[in-house]
């Protein structure tokens, strides 16, 4: 009999909203009410030293549909960089033995250079959430900005683009802000 490919379990405080300090309620996308959705749904926090500079929640099927939306080249490029920079099996199999509840082991090291968590000024965690409980398997996951900008740097100018259009139309930039810093670009 073959293990399942995720554990569920409590989700922690640490992938509740910063700005509510409650449980992700809708789709940054479509508004669906989070906790009706069938597949789940995933959660996004980018992070600067202590500060929280962007956090959401996406609904699975607008999850598929924002990745279906960049072109195939660029999916199979993103795919095949965590696959060969992130060893998932490897992190799989260190992991997955581990009792679940604390997803520490999961997010304390970028997935694909290694990185520890609390050396790196910026950085992003994701996690998947399944019937309320967080999901352990392939997420949680931390990943460091320079990895993520070389991922960004995998795309091509179209995927890029139909990105950067979602998040103008889910979270536009305050005007003080849009000249001050850069968008946040995290492609999972």
Known sequence: MSEPCHRLHTLPVRFYSDETGARFQKCVDCGQALEFCEDGYYVQKAYAGEETIMEMAI????????????????????WNFYIDQGNIAGRLKKFYPLPV????????????????????????????????????????????????????????????????????????????????????????
């Open 59 to 78: 609904c699975g099927s607008c999850h598929q549909n924002l990745q279906s939306s960049y072109s195939k080249e660029s999916r199979d490029r993103i």
């Open 101 to 188: 509840g604390n997803p520490d082991f999961w997010i304390n090291a970028c997935l694909t250079c290694g990185a520890v968590r609390g050396s790196l000024r910026e950085y992003v965690l994701a996690a998947q959430v399944l019937e309320g409980d967080l999901v352990y398997g392939e997420l949680p996951l931390m990943i460091c900005f320079k990895c993520m900008d070389h991922i960004v740097g995998l795309l091509s100018e179209h995927s890029r683009d139909a990105y950067d259009r979602w998040m103008d139309r889910v979270l536009p930039q305050a005007p003080e802000t849009s000249d001050a810093k850069p968008r946040v670009r995290v492609f999972l």
